[in-house]
């Protein structure tokens, strides 16, 4: 799954102390909204696209290059 993120929601992310991340995604996997939890709930997981553990996202996201 390929998200993408500006490079504020990217920062948010980073530096979380929360172990979920809840996603709503449109057509073009763009992040529409998205919620931070430590708790993996059900109900909260059919409102939103997806979810992915926080650790994951944050190799990710200190592995990406930026070129100007």
């Known amino acids: 799954m390929n998200i993408k993120l500006n490079l504020i929601?990217?920062?948010h992310i980073l530096y979380t102390n929360k172990?979920?991340?809840y996603i709503l995604l449109d057509n073009n996997n763009k992040l529409i909204s998205y919620k931070l939890s430590n708790?993996?709930?059900i109900k909260t997981r059919?409102?939103?696209s997806?979810?992915?553990v926080?650790?994951?996202l944050?190799?990710?996201i200190r592995n990406l290059t930026i070129n100007i």
């Open 58 to 60: 944050k190799n990710e």
């Open 19 to 21: 172990d979920f991340i």
């Open 54 to 56: 926080t650790s994951t």
């Open 9 to 11: 929601q990217a920062k």
């Open 39 to 41: 708790i993996y709930s």
């Open 46 to 48: 059919q409102k939103y």
């Open 50 to 52: 997806g979810y992915r």
